[in-house]
């Protein structure tokens, strides 16, 4: 009796649990859908200056200065993002470079902007070639192409204490950079970033 009663009990819980999960994929697909519906994030590299930027010949040694505002606006939010394990990394010809972290940061369920400055300086040894040989068409352009990718974890604030984990957010701002100096104004047309989850 008591053996049956609690197999049918277990039985029970199985069924709960399995209700219970379909219940919260739901939700969960539905507060991804509500925050991520398409137009509702934007990332705009608004500002970008390039004070350093060479090629030693023969070392193949990078020396690079860049500082950047990407501009990260969600329009509309239903939910309350916070943002977490932020890195940006720049690549030269599909050559990673520069690596660096960025703060966390979190997102009101409003229309909001938030300005991430990476900045990135040192030196990087490339590999010869194709970077090399890029590097002296653009240099001699005066424009060099230098891909930034911003990665972040999110988590979705749905009620104090209450958090799910968010979706990863990549970042791509595919960038025209001239180098800048203290003499002229280093202009710089604000550039879209690719965003893919
Ligand atoms: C990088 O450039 C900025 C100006 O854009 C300057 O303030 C900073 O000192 C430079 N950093 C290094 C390490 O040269
Ligand atoms: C929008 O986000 C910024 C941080 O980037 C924050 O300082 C500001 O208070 C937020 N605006 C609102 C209305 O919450
Ligand atoms: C600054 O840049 C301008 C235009 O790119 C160039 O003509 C000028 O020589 C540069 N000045 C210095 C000090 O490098």
Not at 114 to 119: A, K
Request: hydrophobic letters at 45%; a positive charge; glycine letters at 4%.
């Amino acid at each position: 009796m008591g053996w049956r009663r609690s197999g049918s009990g277990a039985l029970c819980g199985v069924v709960s649990c399995v209700v219970g999960v379909m219940v919260c994929v739901v939700v969960v697909a539905m507060v991804v859908y509500l925050m991520f519906r398409p137009n509702l994030l934007h990332a705009t590299a608004a500002q970008a200056e390039l004070s350093t930027f060479s090629l030693a010949l023969k070392a193949w040694t990078l020396t690079y200065n860049l500082s950047l505002a990407v501009d990260l606006t969600r329009h509309n939010a239903r939910l309350a993002l916070r943002y977490h394990s932020l890195t940006a990394d720049a690549y030269y010809q599909d050559q990673r470079f520069a690596h660096t972290r960025l703060p966390d940061f979190a997102q009101p369920a409003i229309t909001n902007t938030t300005r991430l400055t990476p900045s990135f300086h040192g030196r990087q040894q490339l590999f010869a070639g194709v970077a090399a040989a890029a590097f002296r068409r653009e240099d001699t352009q005066g424009t060099y192409s230098i891909h930034v990718f911003i990665d972040a974890k999110t988590h979705i604030n749905l009620a104090w204490p209450i958090t799910l984990p968010g979706p990863n957010i990549n970042l791509h701002c595919p960038l025209r950079l001239h180098l800048s100096n203290a003499t002229a104004d280093h202009f710089f047309h604000p550039t879209a970033c690719h965003i893919s989850y």
